[in-house]
């Protein structure tokens, strides 16, 4: 697995996104390039979770915000590099719902939420036989790491 | 002809191409032929049974094909048809 790098302003994002969106879940996309066996992270856009139902324990990205992350990646010369999320009151662990529409490729990073703020912060990403292999967040706070 | 968007975390299967072009005169026909060009998107897109996907979404323009003819929907040689990927997940049972 490549290693990702990301930002510290970016990374502040997410997580602030994730503890303003608590108890429900929160999502969005990153985007960055990919360099010397490692992912660089210099941008995210914030979508809304679209899920109609229990918010706390679900989130989707409609079919328009993904699209426009493509177009937004385009415009800007980036790579869509992948996808975050929040898990409300548990571990950052991809869960079935998350494997089950997974793509290849794409990182899934997952931010871990207490109501008194982030508890810690872990990415994946899919190998070939779709299983959820970690990958290590080289400029992760070590508040964050678990 | 009409062209194909390949979403990002596909291109790994198209050599890193972004857009696909083939003639073709409906969406289904269009598929078909991208699939033949690259075998290894074939399993991200396609059931066993040859029918697309249930997390796999395909606009023409910006028309759900769900919301026209479905995979018979007719194309010109000037339509963008986008292939989109379902992102979903949520906290449950954990596969590690």
């Given amino acids: ?3 990702l790098d990301i ?3 970016v990374l502040e994002r997410m997580t602030s996104h994730a503890e303003a969106a608590f108890p429900n879940e929160c999502c969005g996309f990153f985007y960055g390039a990919e360099e010397e066996g490692k992912r660089v992270i210099t941008a995210t856009t914030a979508v809304d979770n679209h899920k109609e139902g229990d918010q706390r324990r679900r989130f989707e990205i409609s079919d328009v915000d993904y699209m426009k992350a493509e177009r937004h990646a385009a415009k800007e010369g980036l790579t869509l590099l992948g996808v975050y999320h929040s898990h409300p009151l548990h571990p950052a662990i ?3 719902h998350d494997l089950a529409v997974a793509m290849p490729f794409f990182s899934y990073l997952i931010v871990s939420v207490q109501p008194e703020g982030t508890a810690h912060v872990r990415s994946w990403q899919l190998d070939d036989s779709r299983t959820f292999q970690e990958e290590p967040l080289v400029t992760l706070p070590d508040a964050w790491r678990v | 002809m009409p062209t194909l968007i390949i979403p990002t975390p596909l ?3 198209t050599d890193g191409q972004g857009t696909f072009s083939a003639p073709a005169d409906t969406v289904k026909s269009l598929l078909a032929s991208l699939a033949e060009a690259h075998p290894g998107l074939k399993p991200h897109l396609f ?3 040859g029918a697309l996907r ?4 395909v606009y023409v323009g910006d028309e759900d094909i769900h919301a026209l003819q479905g995979e018979d929907t007719p194309l010109d040689g000037r339509d963008d048809v986008s292939i989109i990927p379902a992102i979903a997940g949520g906290v449950g049972r954990s596969i590690l």
Avoid: G, T
Wanted: a negative charge; proline letters at 11%; charged letters at 35%.
């Fill in chain 1, 1 to 3: 697995m490549l290693q």
């Fill in chain 1, 7 to 9: 930002q510290p302003d």
């Fill in chain 1, 94 to 96: 991809p869960s079935e």
């Fill in chain 2, 11 to 13: 291109r790994k299967f």
């Fill in chain 2, 47 to 49: 059931e066993d049974s």
């Fill in chain 2, 54 to 57: 249930s997390f796999i979404r």
